[in-house]
């Protein structure tokens, strides 16, 4: 009884200070579930964008090559890690995107290993020690980008970009057939989630004191592969309120001094979802399919009509 | 030139063990078009076992806890065939895939609590020593004789029972086609039962060497695992002598990327290789290729 | 033989070959434009093989495949069904867990070309163009009367209706040129008798040519001008619906040796 009134007593602290790191996951969630979710690919080395937008990130912020001050180094800072990261993104993609989902799925991994193993000898951003990181946008500034990607991802759902891409993760060939192409489109996503993992880089190098290669390694995918099943391949209501849980968890751990148990927790988790429930949580339930918001929320796409 | 064999000396030691533990991914992958990520904690599992029979059972002889570790190797592997990939048969490809990343990561979890997260010697080395050849200035570790000879021990063994026995006929049968195979009357849920047993214990063998060459611990498994990964691809996923050859392959360059560079980045140089090998041929040196049915 | 219309398709001794086995050989089609032309030959005859390598899912492996006289012969997929080309499958291939009317759609997207930040700030461009591509969707599925299932999910039709889907789906694409797989596979003689009546509409409304495999001979001696017959991936007959009918090598080859 102790231990609940404790828990609970500290639980709201928890997760006023884990807010942050919350919006960072959401982002992180919402990218890697564009490319397994809806694009139905299968990245398993996410960790990889996140760790090159967060630390291109820093090398604006600490090392400043453009001598800026407050919030324009933080905005630039963020272009840098998205457009970087979206590079990366575009430097695996093209080899790789031919590939069959399992194969692309280790190219990913392997991606993410040289990243981690470039950034433990990358003395400019202090190899193995680390680096600390200033701060410059609070919990306000991640929470506006989060919604902001929350909107991104929604329109592109619901546009050209979106319904073809889950064409091509339906059925390839017929998808091909209307014209689809194929490498292209692959791409593009490929990019875009990279990108937005870059973005999620940015605001953690900015909210983090700290940077240190460790904090990207594959342990970190795995986290985010379990966040995407658990909310469900595709859906963004989902994948949304599982970051936010899976965030919470390691700190709830904690409370309880269960964290060496993390990991046996998230996996033992990924493998009871894909065996039990693959649909996710939810299956295809939207926060729009809620009764009371469903007679003026119509995504495009799912209008009634005589 | 004499540091140039010496490294490729090495690197065969090393490259007979990725190939033992690639022939395991190939030989999953030629039944059930899987790639077996927990392959690696397999291996792992192995050497913990082996370390346990040897420290528990004062006296076991090694080569009894040798095959213990393989026999325990080869069941967690049919367990978790049965348990976590066979329910996941006809979902989609990714889903598999999933669960077996997820296997890897519980089990290297699971072996962290129950023997501890720092590396701990094993219990058996192997005989101090080497044979020089003062000639050519190199020399071979008594260790890297006894790996390589077990290793081509393990591998005609291998070579016999898939070409030699019945159920190796079975295997190569469902391997080529599992629906044609199950028609014919095989009983395709054993073969690949029994695949999986044959691949991890392979594997299994090769954690009980690893460990007493090097030392044992729950992560021990990743990077020989994506290595032997890497080699089965390199020499063409599906294909046995492909397997051999790209262990062997991928042991050497490692080796010598080691002592030219740096070791530092020999993994990432490996899948600087296993991305390449991808994008130019991605069937491997000895792979087939496959025609999409429309 | 009667006069035929200017070339549309032209196949030149088309052939493939997997490992050892010759799937196709030396198949000399053509169809000429606004033509309803048949394919038809017994069960493993290579007809959909054929169809597989008009539309570049499988390349031939010799002779040349032509579209108003360009080589598409080699061509990825979908730079074929830019160039005119659009199929159904014999076995049917929709998206599947997406609705009907954005099955369409998503054939319809090279008409609605508005780019990535359009559509994320959902700038006039866009909506112009969804609105421009839901109404063309919408009278797409009015033509096969699937509109009333715009919003069901693929997988849910009857069997009959997917048929059609996919047919709307390919005509989504515009193309110059039909390629349809069984169409009437599994359809009862009443949407039989429909499908085609509609497959005259399409051609007269739409002005594309029809190339079509087909098991049900009445539909394919009512409705194609000229007839192809493969057997064992040999052309063995060619002519007007009358002559294939009476042609002794086509009765042995669907009846065997007698």
Not at chain 3, 34 to 49: D, F, Y
Not at chain 3, 94 to 116: E, K
Request: proline residues 3%; contains cysteine; glycine residues 10%.
């Amino acid at each position: 009884m102790n231990l609940i009134l404790n828990f609970l007593s500290e639980l709201g602290p928890t997760v006023y200070s884990s807010l942050e790191l919350i919006g960072v996951y959401v982002i992180l969630a919402l990218s890697l579930n564009m490319i397994n979710g809806m694009a139905g690919m299968f990245s398993i080395g996410h960790a990889g964008f996140w760790a090159v937008g967060a630390y291109s990130a820093a090398a604006v912020t600490v090392h400043d090559p453009f001598g800026l001050a407050g919030p324009a180094i933080l905005l630039v800072s963020i272009l840098v890690a998205m457009v970087v990261a979206g590079i990366a993104g575009f430097i695996l993609a093209v080899p790789c995107l031919r590939l069959a989902g399992d194969y692309l799925a280790i190219a990913t991994l392997g991606f993410s290993i040289i990243i981690v193993t470039l950034l433990y000898n990358f003395d400019y951003m202090g190899a193995a020690t680390g680096i600390s990181t200033p701060t410059h946008g609070g919990k306000a500034f991640v929470w506006l980008m989060v919604l902001v990607t929350l909107v991104v991802y929604y329109r592109l759902q619901f546009s050209n970009l979106g319904r073809t891409i889950q064409a091509l993760r339906e059925d390839e060939i017929a998808a091909q057939a209307v014209g689809i192409n194929r490498v292209r489109l692959k791409t593009l996503v490929f990019v875009i989630g990279a990108s937005m993992a870059g973005l999620a880089g940015a605001l953690y190098a900015n909210s983090a004191t700290y940077l240190n290669p460790s904090g990207f390694e594959f342990d970190q995918s795995i986290k985010l592969l379990t966040m995407v099943v658990l909310g469900g391949l595709g859906s963004i209501t989902g994948v949304t309120l599982a970051a936010i849980l899976l965030t919470l968890l390691p700190e709830v751990l904690r409370l309880f001094s269960l964290e060496s148990y993390q990991m046996i927790v998230f996996s033992g988790l990924l493998l009871a979802m894909v065996l039990l429930r693959p649909q996710g949580l939810m299956g295809r339930f939207e926060i729009w399919d809620l009764p009371f918001l469903k007679r003026w929320w119509r995504p495009h796409g799912a209008e009634t009509h005589a | 030139m004499s540091e140039f064999l010496q490294f490729l000396i090495n690197g065969v030691a090393v490259g007979s063990m990725y190939a033992l533990i690639a022939l395991g991914y190939t030989m999953v992958y030629g039944i059930v078009s899987l790639i077996n990520f927990a392959h690696g904690e397999f291996m792992m599992m192995g050497a913990f076992i082996g370390a346990l029979v040897l420290n528990r059972l004062q006296g076991t002889p090694l080569v009894v806890a040798l095959l213990i570790a393989m026999l325990a190797s080869g069941l967690i592997a049919v367990v978790t065939e049965l348990v976590a990939y066979r329910p996941l048969r006809n979902q989609p490809k990714i889903f598999v895939l999933t669960a077996a990343i997820a296997v890897s990561v519980l089990l290297q979890n699971v072996a962290r609590l129950v023997f501890g997260a720092s590396a701990v010697a094993f219990p058996a080395s192997f005989p101090e020593g080497s044979i020089a050849f003062d000639s050519l200035g190199i020399w071979i570790e008594y260790s890297q004789l006894i790996v390589l000879c077990l290793s081509l021990v393990l591998m005609v063994g291998l070579w016999l029972v898939v070409n030699k026995t019945k159920i190796g006929m079975a295997m190569r049968a469902t391997s080529q086609d599992l629906e044609a195979a199950r028609l014919m009357g095989i009983d395709t849920n054993v073969i690949i039962s029994f695949t999986f047993f044959v691949g991890a214990s392979l594997a299994g063998a090769v954690g009980v060497l690893y460990g007493m060459q090097y030392s044992v611990d729950p992560l021990m498994g990743v990077q020989p695992g994506l290595a032997a990964f890497v080699a089965a691809v390199l020499g063409g996923i599906g294909s046995l002598p492909g397997a051999m050859i790209g262990g062997v392959l991928i042991g050497v360059i490692e080796n010598l990327v080691a002592g030219y560079l740096s070791s530092t980045y020999q993994s990432a140089i490996t899948f600087l290789i296993l991305i390449l090998v991808l994008s130019v041929k991605p069937s491997g040196l000895l792979g087939r290729m496959t025609v999409v049915k429309v | 033989m009667s006069e035929r219309s200017a070339s549309l398709l032209v196949t030149d001794s088309l052939g493939i070959q997997f490992g050892g086995l010759r799937a196709v050989d030396g198949v000399q089609l053509r169809v000429g434009s606004g033509e309803v032309v048949g394919l038809i030959g017994p069960n493993g005859a290579g007809k959909t093989t054929c169809f597989n390598m008009i539309t570049g899912v499988y390349k031939p492996t010799s002779g040349s495949i032509s579209l108003g006289g360009e080589r598409i012969d080699g061509m990825a997929t979908t730079e074929i069904n830019r160039r005119g080309i659009a199929r159904t499958f014999q076995n049917i291939r929709l998206f599947r867990s997406m609705t009907v009317l954005d099955n369409v759609r998503v054939a319809l997207h090279r008409q609605a070309d508005y780019g990535i930040f359009s559509s994320v700030l959902r700038l006039p461009s866009y909506r112009r163009a969804e609105a421009q591509l839901r109404k063309r969707a919408l009278e797409l599925l009015d033509v096969f009367s699937l509109v009333g299932r715009s919003n069901d999910i693929a997988s849910g039709l009857p069997y009959g209706e997917q048929r059609k889907l996919e047919i709307v789906r390919a005509l989504a694409t515009n193309p110059k040129l039909l390629l349809l797989d069984e169409p009437a596979a599994g359809m009862n003689p009443q949407e039989t008798a429909q499908l085609t009546e509609l497959i005259g509409r399409l051609r007269r409304e739409f002005g594309v040519s029809i190339l079509l495999i087909e098991h049900d001979m009445s539909l394919v001696m009512k409705i194609c001008e000229h007839i192809y017959v493969l057997d064992y991936g040999k052309e063995i007959a060619q002519g007007e619906p009358t002559a294939i009918q009476n042609n002794q090598q086509v009765i042995k080859a669907y009846l065997g040796e007698a």
